[in-house]
Protein backbone atom coordinates (compact mmCIF):
# COMPACT_ATOMS: atom_id res chain seq x y z
CA UNK A 1 0.00 0.00 0.00
CA UNK A 2 1.10 3.36 -0.80
CA UNK A 3 1.00 5.69 2.17
CA UNK A 4 -0.66 9.21 2.21
CA UNK A 5 2.30 11.50 2.46
CA UNK A 6 3.26 10.53 -1.48
CA UNK A 7 6.81 13.35 -0.93
CA UNK A 8 8.07 11.17 2.25
CA UNK A 9 7.12 7.86 0.71
CA UNK A 10 8.85 8.93 -2.53
CA UNK A 11 12.05 9.80 -0.72
CA UNK A 12 12.56 7.06 1.04
CA UNK A 13 12.04 4.53 -2.06
CA UNK A 14 14.31 6.57 -4.12
CA UNK A 15 16.82 6.88 -1.50
CA UNK A 16 16.84 3.85 0.62
CA UNK A 17 17.87 6.07 3.53
CA UNK A 18 19.01 4.45 6.45
CA UNK A 19 19.62 5.82 10.01
CA UNK A 20 23.00 7.42 11.32
CA UNK A 21 25.86 9.45 9.27
CA UNK A 22 26.60 6.13 7.07
CA UNK A 23 27.37 7.90 3.99
CA UNK A 24 29.43 10.65 5.49
CA UNK A 25 33.20 9.24 4.79
CA UNK A 26 35.78 10.23 7.72
CA UNK A 27 39.34 9.75 8.68
CA UNK A 28 41.24 7.19 7.81
CA UNK A 29 40.61 8.00 4.42
CA UNK A 30 43.29 5.45 2.91
CA UNK A 31 41.06 2.99 3.94
CA UNK A 32 37.08 4.46 3.56
CA UNK A 33 38.30 6.36 0.54
CA UNK A 34 41.09 5.38 -1.49
CA UNK A 35 41.32 2.25 -1.35
CA UNK A 36 37.65 1.68 -2.34
CA UNK A 37 38.07 4.07 -5.13
CA UNK A 38 41.35 2.67 -6.92
CA UNK A 39 39.67 -0.69 -7.71
CA UNK A 40 37.74 0.58 -10.93
CA UNK A 41 38.80 3.22 -13.36
CA UNK A 42 38.28 6.95 -11.60
CA UNK A 43 36.56 9.84 -13.08
CA UNK A 44 37.87 12.83 -11.46
CA UNK A 45 35.53 15.77 -12.38
CA UNK A 46 36.84 19.12 -11.58
CA UNK A 47 35.35 22.35 -12.16
CA UNK A 48 37.01 25.78 -12.67
CA UNK A 49 38.46 25.94 -9.26
CA UNK A 50 41.59 26.77 -7.87
CA UNK A 51 41.18 24.05 -5.15
CA UNK A 52 39.76 21.61 -7.05
CA UNK A 53 42.42 21.77 -9.35
CA UNK A 54 45.32 21.10 -6.61
CA UNK A 55 43.38 18.47 -5.34
CA UNK A 56 42.99 17.10 -8.85
CA UNK A 57 46.62 17.41 -8.88
CA UNK A 58 47.08 15.72 -5.49
CA UNK A 59 44.64 12.37 -6.70
CA UNK A 60 46.82 12.52 -9.94
CA UNK A 61 49.98 12.55 -8.26
CA UNK A 62 49.08 9.41 -6.02
CA UNK A 63 47.26 7.51 -9.53
CA UNK A 64 50.09 7.89 -11.14
CA UNK A 65 52.38 6.39 -8.11
CA UNK A 66 49.65 3.55 -7.62
CA UNK A 67 48.96 2.60 -11.51
CA UNK A 68 45.53 3.29 -10.96
CA UNK A 69 43.63 3.83 -13.97
CA UNK A 70 42.32 7.00 -14.59
CA UNK A 71 40.66 10.37 -16.37
CA UNK A 72 40.44 13.86 -16.20
CA UNK A 73 36.91 15.59 -17.06
CA UNK A 74 36.94 19.55 -16.75
CA UNK A 75 33.56 21.15 -15.91
CA UNK A 76 32.08 25.29 -15.54
CA UNK A 77 28.77 24.36 -14.52
CA UNK A 78 26.09 22.15 -12.90
CA UNK A 79 24.50 21.51 -16.97
CA UNK A 80 28.24 20.24 -17.46
CA UNK A 81 28.02 17.99 -14.55
CA UNK A 82 24.84 16.63 -15.33
CA UNK A 83 26.09 15.87 -19.06
CA UNK A 84 29.43 14.30 -17.89
CA UNK A 85 28.13 11.77 -15.88
CA UNK A 86 25.14 10.96 -18.32
CA UNK A 87 28.13 10.43 -20.84
CA UNK A 88 29.81 8.12 -18.17
CA UNK A 89 27.32 6.64 -16.33
CA UNK A 90 26.93 3.34 -18.65
CA UNK A 91 30.40 2.09 -17.83
CA UNK A 92 30.60 1.11 -14.96
CA UNK A 93 33.24 3.65 -13.23
CA UNK A 94 34.12 5.02 -9.76
CA UNK A 95 33.95 8.62 -9.77
CA UNK A 96 35.76 11.36 -7.84
CA UNK A 97 33.73 14.78 -7.86
CA UNK A 98 35.84 17.74 -6.37
CA UNK A 99 34.01 20.88 -5.34
CA UNK A 100 31.32 19.95 -6.57
CA UNK A 101 28.09 17.95 -6.59
CA UNK A 102 27.58 18.08 -2.93
CA UNK A 103 25.28 20.74 -2.51
CA UNK A 104 22.41 19.31 -4.54
CA UNK A 105 21.39 15.79 -4.49
CA UNK A 106 23.45 14.03 -6.64
CA UNK A 107 21.39 10.75 -7.65
CA UNK A 108 19.24 13.41 -9.69
CA UNK A 109 22.39 13.99 -12.11
CA UNK A 110 21.86 10.39 -13.52
CA UNK A 111 20.94 7.00 -12.95
CA UNK A 112 24.32 5.02 -11.39
CA UNK A 113 24.83 1.50 -12.57
CA UNK A 114 24.97 -1.32 -9.75
CA UNK A 115 28.80 -1.36 -9.14
CA UNK A 116 29.33 2.27 -9.49
CA UNK A 117 30.24 4.42 -6.80
CA UNK A 118 30.62 8.52 -6.50
CA UNK A 119 33.06 9.83 -3.73
CA UNK A 120 31.72 14.06 -3.49
CA UNK A 121 34.59 15.94 -1.97
CA UNK A 122 33.15 19.40 -1.73
CA UNK A 123 34.40 22.30 0.55
CA UNK A 124 30.90 23.82 0.01
CA UNK A 125 28.32 23.80 2.90
CA UNK A 126 25.65 22.99 3.55
CA UNK A 127 25.82 19.45 2.09
CA UNK A 128 22.85 18.59 0.78
CA UNK A 129 21.03 15.95 3.57
CA UNK A 130 19.81 13.53 0.54
CA UNK A 131 23.66 12.99 0.00
CA UNK A 132 24.16 12.06 3.20
CA UNK A 133 21.54 9.57 4.13
CA UNK A 134 21.75 7.96 0.45
CA UNK A 135 22.71 4.44 -0.10
CA UNK A 136 25.58 2.98 -0.60
CA UNK A 137 26.49 4.63 -3.77
CA UNK A 138 26.89 7.95 -2.99
CA UNK A 139 29.62 9.26 -0.43
CA UNK A 140 30.56 12.26 0.55
CA UNK A 141 34.11 12.77 1.87
CA UNK A 142 34.82 15.16 5.29
CA UNK A 143 36.76 15.23 8.14
CA UNK A 144 35.75 13.83 11.21
CA UNK A 145 35.77 16.91 13.77
CA UNK A 146 33.45 19.03 11.44
CA UNK A 147 31.09 16.28 10.93
CA UNK A 148 30.75 15.89 14.83
CA UNK A 149 31.28 20.14 15.54
CA UNK A 150 30.13 22.27 12.77
CA UNK A 151 28.13 20.72 10.20
CA UNK A 152 24.95 20.33 12.02
CA UNK A 153 23.33 17.86 10.14
CA UNK A 154 19.87 17.32 10.97
CA UNK A 155 18.90 13.96 12.42
CA UNK A 156 17.16 10.99 10.60
CA UNK A 157 13.87 10.83 12.10
CA UNK A 158 13.58 14.48 12.24
CA UNK A 159 13.70 14.72 8.22
CA UNK A 160 12.78 11.20 6.91
CA UNK A 161 9.65 9.09 8.19
CA UNK A 162 9.11 5.99 7.63
CA UNK A 163 5.34 6.03 7.02
CA UNK A 164 3.54 2.78 8.06
CA UNK A 165 0.59 0.79 6.78
CA UNK A 166 -1.14 1.00 9.42
CA UNK A 167 -3.88 3.63 8.83
CA UNK A 168 -4.49 1.62 5.38
CA UNK A 169 -4.85 -1.88 7.12
CA UNK A 170 -7.42 0.22 9.60
CA UNK A 171 -9.59 1.05 6.60
CA UNK A 172 -9.51 -2.54 5.33
CA UNK A 173 -10.73 -3.92 8.58
CA UNK A 174 -13.21 -0.95 8.33
CA UNK A 175 -14.44 -2.24 5.43
CA UNK A 176 -14.58 -6.20 6.48
CA UNK A 177 -16.50 -5.17 9.79
CA UNK A 178 -19.03 -2.95 7.66
CA UNK A 179 -19.34 -6.27 5.60
CA UNK A 180 -19.67 -8.68 8.11
CA UNK A 181 -21.49 -7.11 11.32
CA UNK A 182 -25.12 -6.24 11.07
CA UNK A 183 -25.24 -4.21 14.75
CA UNK A 184 -25.17 -0.44 13.48
CA UNK A 185 -24.63 0.46 17.15
CA UNK A 186 -20.89 -0.93 16.50
CA UNK A 187 -20.64 -0.03 13.24
CA UNK A 188 -20.91 3.68 14.03
CA UNK A 189 -18.69 3.51 16.81
CA UNK A 190 -16.10 1.76 14.59
CA UNK A 191 -16.23 4.53 12.01
CA UNK A 192 -15.86 7.27 14.82
CA UNK A 193 -12.62 5.95 16.29
CA UNK A 194 -10.88 5.72 12.65
CA UNK A 195 -12.28 9.09 12.57
CA UNK A 196 -10.68 10.48 15.40
CA UNK A 197 -7.67 8.41 15.05
CA UNK A 198 -7.32 9.76 11.08
CA UNK A 199 -7.59 13.18 12.29
CA UNK A 200 -5.09 12.63 14.99
CA UNK A 201 -2.55 11.41 12.57
CA UNK A 202 -3.29 14.06 10.26
CA UNK A 203 -2.60 16.62 12.92
CA UNK A 204 0.56 14.84 13.96
CA UNK A 205 1.90 14.50 10.28
CA UNK A 206 1.15 18.57 9.45
CA UNK A 207 2.75 19.23 12.86
CA UNK A 208 5.66 16.60 12.15
CA UNK A 209 6.12 18.31 8.24
CA UNK A 210 5.83 21.78 9.58
CA UNK A 211 8.79 20.98 12.47
CA UNK A 212 10.77 19.30 9.45
CA UNK A 213 10.91 22.78 7.02
CA UNK A 214 11.59 24.24 9.93
CA UNK A 215 15.04 22.63 10.39
CA UNK A 216 15.55 21.65 6.70
CA UNK A 217 15.00 26.12 6.47
CA UNK A 218 17.83 26.82 9.26
CA UNK A 219 20.08 24.01 7.98
CA UNK A 220 19.95 25.59 4.49
CA UNK A 221 19.75 29.10 5.18
CA UNK A 222 23.21 29.84 5.20
CA UNK A 223 26.26 28.74 2.61
CA UNK A 224 30.23 29.10 3.12
CA UNK A 225 33.27 27.35 2.30
CA UNK A 226 34.93 25.20 4.23
CA UNK A 227 38.32 23.51 4.69
CA UNK A 228 40.20 23.16 1.16
CA UNK A 229 39.81 19.67 -0.52
CA UNK A 230 43.27 19.65 -1.00
CA UNK A 231 44.12 20.02 2.62
CA UNK A 232 41.85 16.49 2.57
CA UNK A 233 43.58 14.94 -0.20
CA UNK A 234 47.31 15.59 1.43
CA UNK A 235 46.14 13.77 4.34
CA UNK A 236 45.07 10.92 2.16
CA UNK A 237 48.76 11.36 0.68
CA UNK A 238 50.18 11.43 4.07
CA UNK A 239 48.31 8.35 5.33
CA UNK A 240 49.53 6.34 1.92
CA UNK A 241 52.81 8.06 3.30
CA UNK A 242 53.50 9.65 0.24
CA UNK A 243 53.12 13.26 1.34
CA UNK A 244 56.12 15.44 0.17
CA UNK A 245 57.01 19.26 0.17
CA UNK A 246 55.58 19.44 -3.75
CA UNK A 247 52.40 18.79 -2.65
CA UNK A 248 52.51 20.45 0.67
CA UNK A 249 53.10 23.52 -1.40
CA UNK A 250 50.47 22.84 -4.37
CA UNK A 251 48.45 22.45 -1.08
CA UNK A 252 49.35 25.72 0.34
CA UNK A 253 48.35 27.27 -3.31
CA UNK A 254 44.50 25.80 -2.53
CA UNK A 255 44.70 27.62 0.28
CA UNK A 256 46.06 30.72 -0.70
CA UNK A 257 43.41 30.76 -3.60
CA UNK A 258 40.47 30.54 -1.54
CA UNK A 259 41.55 33.61 0.62
CA UNK A 260 42.58 35.87 -2.16
CA UNK A 261 39.47 34.68 -4.11
CA UNK A 262 37.40 35.69 -0.76
CA UNK A 263 35.65 32.50 -0.21
CA UNK A 264 37.49 32.39 3.57
CA UNK A 265 38.12 35.07 5.98
CA UNK A 266 41.98 36.04 6.92
CA UNK A 267 41.03 34.12 10.61
CA UNK A 268 39.34 31.12 8.71
CA UNK A 269 42.79 30.93 6.78
CA UNK A 270 45.12 31.15 9.79
CA UNK A 271 42.98 28.68 11.28
CA UNK A 272 43.30 25.96 8.91
CA UNK A 273 47.18 26.56 8.94
CA UNK A 274 47.27 25.96 11.87
CA UNK A 275 45.22 23.11 12.92
CA UNK A 276 45.77 21.52 9.34
CA UNK A 277 49.05 22.49 8.02
CA UNK A 278 51.24 23.27 10.67
CA UNK A 279 52.48 19.90 11.19
CA UNK A 280 53.42 19.21 7.53
CA UNK A 281 55.95 22.70 7.60
CA UNK A 282 57.10 21.12 10.79
CA UNK A 283 58.41 18.22 8.44
CA UNK A 284 58.90 19.49 4.81
CA UNK A 285 59.65 23.33 5.90
CA UNK A 286 62.54 23.42 8.73
CA UNK A 287 63.91 26.45 9.92
CA UNK A 288 67.67 26.53 9.03
CA UNK A 289 67.34 24.96 5.62
CA UNK A 290 70.20 24.69 3.02
CA UNK A 291 70.09 26.10 -0.06
CA UNK A 292 70.57 22.99 -3.11
CA UNK A 293 69.84 23.32 -6.71
CA UNK A 294 67.36 20.80 -7.10
CA UNK A 295 65.56 21.79 -3.23
CA UNK A 296 62.30 22.49 -3.40
CA UNK A 297 62.42 24.81 0.04
CA UNK A 298 59.20 25.79 1.66
CA UNK A 299 58.51 29.07 4.24
CA UNK A 300 55.46 30.48 6.00
CA UNK A 301 56.54 34.02 6.99
CA UNK A 302 55.06 37.14 7.43
CA UNK A 303 53.53 38.81 4.83
CA UNK A 304 51.57 42.07 3.45
CA UNK A 305 48.13 41.31 2.72
CA UNK A 306 48.79 43.64 -0.90
CA UNK A 307 48.18 41.66 -4.14
CA UNK A 308 51.13 41.18 -6.30
CA UNK A 309 53.72 43.67 -4.79
CA UNK A 310 56.46 41.44 -5.48
CA UNK A 311 55.96 41.65 -8.80
CA UNK A 312 54.75 45.71 -9.27
CA UNK A 313 55.40 48.82 -7.73
CA UNK A 314 54.30 49.78 -4.16
CA UNK A 315 52.42 52.40 -5.81
CA UNK A 316 50.22 50.47 -8.26
CA UNK A 317 49.97 47.76 -5.78
CA UNK A 318 48.88 50.26 -3.28
CA UNK A 319 46.36 52.32 -5.84
CA UNK A 320 43.94 49.23 -6.45
CA UNK A 321 44.38 47.11 -3.25
CA UNK A 322 40.58 47.85 -1.51
CA UNK A 323 42.25 48.85 2.06
CA UNK A 324 44.36 51.72 0.53
CA UNK A 325 41.42 52.40 -2.24
CA UNK A 326 38.80 53.09 0.57
CA UNK A 327 41.59 54.69 2.65
CA UNK A 328 42.78 57.39 0.58
CA UNK A 329 39.47 57.58 -1.87
CA UNK A 330 41.75 57.51 -4.54
CA UNK A 331 38.79 57.66 -7.52
CA UNK A 332 37.91 60.99 -6.71
CA UNK A 333 39.92 64.07 -8.00
CA UNK A 334 41.68 64.04 -4.88
CA UNK A 335 42.94 60.76 -4.59
CA UNK A 336 46.48 60.65 -6.02
CA UNK A 337 47.06 63.49 -3.16
CA UNK A 338 45.93 61.58 -0.58
CA UNK A 339 47.35 58.95 -1.62
CA UNK A 340 50.74 60.40 -1.42
CA UNK A 341 50.11 62.10 1.56
CA UNK A 342 49.24 58.45 3.56
CA UNK A 343 52.65 57.64 1.48
CA UNK A 344 54.53 60.24 3.47
CA UNK A 345 52.13 59.70 6.40
CA UNK A 346 53.94 55.62 6.81
CA UNK A 347 57.39 56.94 5.87
CA UNK A 348 57.84 55.90 2.73
CA UNK A 349 59.07 58.04 -0.59
CA UNK A 350 57.35 58.44 -4.05
CA UNK A 351 60.39 57.42 -5.81
CA UNK A 352 60.98 53.79 -4.01
CA UNK A 353 57.34 53.50 -4.51
CA UNK A 354 57.40 53.75 -7.96
CA UNK A 355 60.20 51.53 -8.30
CA UNK A 356 59.83 47.63 -8.63
CA UNK A 357 59.26 46.37 -5.06
CA UNK A 358 62.02 43.64 -5.52
CA UNK A 359 64.76 46.86 -6.81
CA UNK A 360 64.97 47.81 -2.88
CA UNK A 361 67.81 46.33 -0.49
CA UNK A 362 66.98 43.53 1.40
CA UNK A 363 67.05 45.55 5.09
CA UNK A 364 64.57 48.18 2.85
CA UNK A 365 61.53 45.64 2.08
CA UNK A 366 61.86 44.73 5.72
CA UNK A 367 61.47 47.99 6.98
CA UNK A 368 58.40 48.94 4.32
CA UNK A 369 56.36 45.37 5.09
CA UNK A 370 56.93 47.05 9.10
CA UNK A 371 55.52 50.01 7.41
CA UNK A 372 52.81 49.29 6.05
CA UNK A 373 52.01 46.19 8.25
CA UNK A 374 51.23 48.91 10.96
CA UNK A 375 49.50 50.82 8.39
CA UNK A 376 46.90 48.31 7.53
CA UNK A 377 46.52 46.34 11.26
CA UNK A 378 46.59 42.99 10.15
CA UNK A 379 49.10 40.44 10.71
CA UNK A 380 49.27 38.38 8.18
CA UNK A 381 51.54 34.84 6.88
CA UNK A 382 51.87 33.10 3.27
CA UNK A 383 53.55 30.49 2.12
CA UNK A 384 56.71 30.57 -0.13
CA UNK A 385 59.06 28.54 -2.13
CA UNK A 386 62.51 28.63 -3.25
CA UNK A 387 64.20 25.75 -5.64
CA UNK A 388 67.66 27.02 -6.00
CA UNK A 389 68.84 30.18 -6.49
CA UNK A 390 65.64 31.22 -8.52
CA UNK A 391 62.98 33.85 -7.54
CA UNK A 392 61.00 33.23 -4.48
CA UNK A 393 57.21 32.50 -5.42
CA UNK A 394 54.50 33.11 -3.15
CA UNK A 395 51.53 31.23 -2.74
CA UNK A 396 49.16 33.84 -2.79
CA UNK A 397 50.04 35.28 -5.85
CA UNK A 398 50.52 32.15 -7.68
CA UNK A 399 46.89 30.98 -6.17
CA UNK A 400 45.61 34.61 -7.62
CA UNK A 401 47.30 34.22 -11.01
CA UNK A 402 45.77 30.55 -11.48
CA UNK A 403 42.62 31.89 -10.57
CA UNK A 404 42.49 34.60 -13.18
CA UNK A 405 44.09 32.73 -15.95
CA UNK A 406 41.53 29.70 -15.27
CA UNK A 407 38.56 31.88 -15.57
CA UNK A 408 39.92 34.13 -18.51
CA UNK A 409 38.18 33.18 -21.73
CA UNK A 410 39.40 34.73 -25.19
CA UNK A 411 39.32 38.05 -25.23
CA UNK A 412 37.44 39.89 -27.80
CA UNK A 413 39.11 43.30 -26.72
CA UNK A 414 37.22 46.40 -28.24
CA UNK A 415 40.45 48.30 -28.56
CA UNK A 416 41.69 46.01 -31.13
CA UNK A 417 40.42 48.30 -34.07
CA UNK A 418 41.95 51.00 -31.98
CA UNK A 419 45.16 52.87 -33.94
CA UNK A 420 47.05 52.45 -30.77
CA UNK A 421 48.90 49.40 -30.56
CA UNK A 422 48.53 47.81 -27.36
CA UNK A 423 51.61 47.84 -24.84
CA UNK A 424 52.67 44.23 -24.18
CA UNK A 425 50.95 43.82 -20.78
CA UNK A 426 48.04 44.79 -21.96
CA UNK A 427 44.78 42.51 -21.68
CA UNK A 428 44.54 42.94 -25.96
CA UNK A 429 48.23 41.62 -26.61
CA UNK A 430 47.69 38.81 -23.76
CA UNK A 431 44.26 38.02 -25.12
CA UNK A 432 46.18 36.12 -28.23
CA UNK A 433 48.05 34.20 -25.69
CA UNK A 434 45.17 33.25 -23.89
CA UNK A 435 43.29 29.88 -24.43
CA UNK A 436 39.99 30.07 -26.07
CA UNK A 437 38.43 26.86 -24.15
CA UNK A 438 38.17 26.08 -20.81
CA UNK A 439 40.55 22.45 -21.35
CA UNK A 440 43.26 23.73 -22.81
CA UNK A 441 43.30 26.75 -19.38
CA UNK A 442 43.12 23.72 -17.12
CA UNK A 443 45.98 22.22 -18.70
CA UNK A 444 48.32 25.10 -18.63
CA UNK A 445 47.29 25.36 -15.44
CA UNK A 446 47.15 21.60 -14.45
CA UNK A 447 51.15 21.78 -16.18
CA UNK A 448 52.04 24.51 -14.62
CA UNK A 449 51.15 22.60 -11.28
CA UNK A 450 52.73 19.63 -11.81
CA UNK A 451 55.87 21.09 -12.71
CA UNK A 452 56.59 21.68 -9.30
CA UNK A 453 57.02 18.19 -9.27
CA UNK A 454 60.25 18.94 -11.22
CA UNK A 455 63.03 21.36 -11.95
CA UNK A 456 61.21 22.45 -14.69
CA UNK A 457 58.96 25.41 -13.49
CA UNK A 458 57.88 27.91 -16.77
CA UNK A 459 58.54 30.83 -15.36
CA UNK A 460 57.61 32.33 -18.25
CA UNK A 461 54.03 31.24 -18.44
CA UNK A 462 53.95 32.16 -14.59
CA UNK A 463 55.21 35.96 -15.22
CA UNK A 464 51.95 36.00 -18.20
CA UNK A 465 49.77 35.14 -15.45
CA UNK A 466 51.06 37.33 -13.37
CA UNK A 467 50.15 40.04 -15.88
CA UNK A 468 47.28 39.21 -16.71
CA UNK A 469 45.81 39.02 -13.31
CA UNK A 470 47.27 42.80 -12.45
CA UNK A 471 45.79 43.78 -15.36
CA UNK A 472 42.67 42.69 -14.09
CA UNK A 473 43.06 43.99 -10.79
CA UNK A 474 43.90 47.31 -12.98
CA UNK A 475 40.76 46.55 -14.51
CA UNK A 476 38.74 46.27 -11.17
CA UNK A 477 39.38 49.43 -9.75
CA UNK A 478 38.80 51.51 -12.78
CA UNK A 479 35.07 50.31 -12.84
CA UNK A 480 34.65 50.39 -8.93
CA UNK A 481 36.13 54.15 -9.74
CA UNK A 482 33.45 54.81 -12.54
CA UNK A 483 30.45 53.38 -10.63
CA UNK A 484 31.67 55.36 -7.67
CA UNK A 485 32.01 58.66 -9.75
CA UNK A 486 28.91 57.83 -11.32
CA UNK A 487 26.53 57.46 -8.56
CA UNK A 488 25.16 54.15 -10.00
CA UNK A 489 24.70 52.10 -6.68
CA UNK A 490 21.07 52.90 -5.30
CA UNK A 491 19.24 52.41 -2.46
CA UNK A 492 16.90 50.00 -3.22
CA UNK A 493 14.27 48.79 0.22
CA UNK A 494 16.74 46.81 1.88
CA UNK A 495 19.28 46.35 -0.15
CA UNK A 496 21.68 48.25 -2.19
CA UNK A 497 21.73 47.73 -6.27
CA UNK A 498 24.21 48.18 -8.86
CA UNK A 499 23.21 47.30 -12.42
CA UNK A 500 25.29 47.62 -15.22
CA UNK A 501 25.05 46.76 -18.91
CA UNK A 502 27.04 49.84 -20.43
CA UNK A 503 30.57 50.08 -21.34
CA UNK A 504 32.92 52.24 -19.12
CA UNK A 505 35.53 54.53 -20.08
CA UNK A 506 39.06 53.57 -19.23
CA UNK A 507 40.78 56.58 -17.98
CA UNK A 508 44.47 57.35 -19.37
CA UNK A 509 43.44 56.00 -22.63
CA UNK A 510 39.76 56.68 -23.84
CA UNK A 511 39.17 53.38 -25.04
CA UNK A 512 35.65 51.95 -23.92
CA UNK A 513 36.28 49.24 -22.00
CA UNK A 514 33.29 46.47 -21.19
CA UNK A 515 32.56 44.33 -17.94
CA UNK A 516 34.25 41.51 -20.85
CA UNK A 517 37.71 43.08 -20.53
CA UNK A 518 40.06 42.19 -18.43
CA UNK A 519 38.74 38.90 -17.44
CA UNK A 520 35.58 40.01 -15.69
CA UNK A 521 33.15 37.32 -16.21
CA UNK A 522 34.79 34.78 -14.00
CA UNK A 523 33.64 33.88 -10.72
CA UNK A 524 36.67 35.28 -8.38
CA UNK A 525 36.58 38.21 -10.32
CA UNK A 526 32.83 39.65 -10.12
CA UNK A 527 33.13 38.83 -6.48
CA UNK A 528 36.14 40.37 -6.00
CA UNK A 529 34.69 43.12 -7.62
CA UNK A 530 31.75 43.51 -5.67
CA UNK A 531 33.33 43.08 -2.75
CA UNK A 532 35.69 46.11 -3.11
CA UNK A 533 32.35 48.12 -4.61
CA UNK A 534 30.70 47.23 -1.47
CA UNK A 535 33.70 48.93 0.45
CA UNK A 536 34.67 51.61 -1.36
CA UNK A 537 30.41 52.95 -1.20
CA UNK A 538 30.50 52.42 2.77
CA UNK A 539 33.41 54.67 2.56
CA UNK A 540 33.03 56.98 -0.27
CA UNK A 541 32.04 59.87 1.87
CA UNK A 542 34.45 61.28 5.26
CA UNK A 543 31.52 60.86 7.74
CA UNK A 544 29.98 57.46 6.49
CA UNK A 545 26.30 57.35 5.67
CA UNK A 546 24.24 55.53 8.43
CA UNK A 547 23.63 51.78 7.09
CA UNK A 548 25.30 50.94 3.91
CA UNK A 549 27.75 48.44 5.63
CA UNK A 550 24.04 47.19 7.02
CA UNK A 551 22.79 46.09 3.75
CA UNK A 552 23.29 43.58 1.36
CA UNK A 553 24.74 44.19 -2.14
CA UNK A 554 22.97 42.82 -5.41
CA UNK A 555 25.14 43.01 -8.45
CA UNK A 556 24.35 42.47 -11.78
CA UNK A 557 26.52 42.27 -14.95
CA UNK A 558 25.34 41.76 -18.67
CA UNK A 559 26.39 37.80 -19.29
CA UNK A 560 27.69 36.33 -23.18
CA UNK A 561 24.09 35.36 -23.42
CA UNK A 562 22.04 37.97 -24.86
CA UNK A 563 19.02 39.14 -22.99
CA UNK A 564 20.34 37.20 -19.55
CA UNK A 565 22.13 39.04 -16.76
CA UNK A 566 24.15 37.62 -14.36
CA UNK A 567 23.25 38.28 -10.78
CA UNK A 568 25.23 37.68 -7.58
CA UNK A 569 24.76 38.90 -4.02
CA UNK A 570 27.14 40.32 -1.27
CA UNK A 571 26.53 40.47 2.44
CA UNK A 572 26.55 43.06 4.39
CA UNK A 573 30.37 44.41 5.18
CA UNK A 574 28.94 44.74 9.00
CA UNK A 575 28.04 40.69 8.73
CA UNK A 576 31.17 39.80 7.02
CA UNK A 577 33.48 41.52 9.44
CA UNK A 578 32.01 39.71 12.35
CA UNK A 579 31.65 36.15 11.03
CA UNK A 580 35.12 33.93 10.33
CA UNK A 581 32.85 31.77 8.13
CA UNK A 582 31.73 34.35 5.22
CA UNK A 583 28.17 32.47 5.89
CA UNK A 584 25.80 34.14 3.44
CA UNK A 585 21.96 33.72 2.80
CA UNK A 586 21.94 35.30 -0.64
CA UNK A 587 22.01 31.79 -2.17
CA UNK A 588 19.22 31.00 0.12
CA UNK A 589 17.29 34.16 -1.20
CA UNK A 590 17.89 33.57 -4.91
CA UNK A 591 16.39 30.16 -4.65
CA UNK A 592 12.88 32.17 -2.99
CA UNK A 593 12.90 34.39 -5.93
CA UNK A 594 13.33 31.36 -8.75
CA UNK A 595 10.09 29.94 -7.25
CA UNK A 596 8.38 33.78 -8.08
CA UNK A 597 5.89 33.93 -11.42
CA UNK A 598 7.07 35.43 -14.93
CA UNK A 599 10.92 34.26 -13.23
CA UNK A 600 13.35 32.61 -15.05
CA UNK A 601 16.29 31.67 -13.51
CA UNK A 602 19.01 29.25 -14.27
CA UNK A 603 21.14 28.19 -10.91
CA UNK A 604 24.09 27.14 -12.97
CA UNK A 605 27.28 28.28 -11.14
CA UNK A 606 28.25 25.98 -7.88
CA UNK A 607 28.30 28.98 -6.10
CA UNK A 608 24.82 29.29 -4.91
CA UNK A 609 24.87 33.40 -4.31
CA UNK A 610 25.53 33.75 -7.83
CA UNK A 611 22.27 33.08 -10.71
CA UNK A 612 21.69 33.77 -14.32
CA UNK A 613 18.30 35.41 -15.06
CA UNK A 614 16.03 36.92 -17.42
CA UNK A 615 12.72 38.38 -17.29
CA UNK A 616 10.62 38.43 -20.33
CA UNK A 617 8.48 41.40 -20.61
CA UNK A 618 6.25 42.32 -23.57
CA UNK A 619 5.63 46.08 -25.00
CA UNK A 620 2.75 45.52 -27.83
CA UNK A 621 4.08 45.29 -30.74
CA UNK A 622 7.94 45.50 -29.71
CA UNK A 623 10.54 42.29 -29.08
CA UNK A 624 10.80 40.94 -25.51
CA UNK A 625 13.31 42.85 -23.49
CA UNK A 626 15.75 42.15 -21.06
CA UNK A 627 16.72 44.79 -19.61
CA UNK A 628 18.33 45.30 -15.66
CA UNK A 629 17.11 48.57 -15.51
CA UNK A 630 13.29 47.52 -15.67
CA UNK A 631 14.18 44.31 -13.15
CA UNK A 632 13.39 46.25 -9.87
CA UNK A 633 10.33 44.92 -9.08
CA UNK A 634 12.17 41.87 -8.63
CA UNK A 635 14.70 42.73 -6.34
CA UNK A 636 12.05 44.23 -4.07
CA UNK A 637 10.71 41.04 -3.13
CA UNK A 638 14.59 39.86 -2.49
CA UNK A 639 14.87 40.28 1.44
CA UNK A 640 11.40 40.39 2.46
CA UNK A 641 11.85 37.46 5.29
CA UNK A 642 15.36 38.93 6.48
CA UNK A 643 15.89 42.08 8.77
CA UNK A 644 18.53 43.70 9.17
Known amino acids: MIPRNKHLYCLLTTHFVVPGHRMLIREPFRQNFYDAVRKKHVVLVVPNDIDALCAATILIHLFSCDEVSYSVVFIASWRCLEQTLQEHLR????????????????????ELPTNSTIFIIDSRRPIDVDNVYHNEQIKVIAMGKEIDEELK???????????????????EDEDEYEESDENGGNRKRTRMENMERRVLKNAER???????????????????????????????????????AELVWITSIALSSQLTDGDISNNGYTHVCLEHMKPYLGK?????????????????????????????????????NPFFACETKNWNQKGEHEMKHLLAKIGLTLNECRQKFTAMTLERRKEVIGLLETAMDCK???????????????????????????????????????SRDPSPSSPSSLSHHIPSTLADRFRDCLDLLTSFFTSSTDMAMLHKMMTLSKSEMEGI???????????EIIKFGRFHLFSTNKPSLNNGD??????????????????AFSNFLASAYANERSSKVKGRDQRPLVVTFPSDEEGWLIVLGVMPLATLQEDNHLKSFMGRSFEQIAKMPRINMR?????????????????????????????FKLYSNLFDNRSF
Open 153 to 171: IPAFESVYAEESEEEDEDL
Open 91 to 110: LEHNFVLINCGGSREASKLG
Open 380 to 418: FASFFIHRGFTERISACDLGRALSTWLGSARLDCASSSS
Open 206 to 244: KNWEQRRGNILWEYYENSWVSTASSVLMLNVAAELSRAT
Open 477 to 487: WQHVSNAINQG
Open 603 to 631: REFFDPNMVIIIIKLFFLNRRIVADSSIN
Open 510 to 527: KRMVSFRDFSLLSRPSLF
Open 284 to 320: FAPRGQTRADDLLRIKFEKELPLALYHHWSLFQAMKV
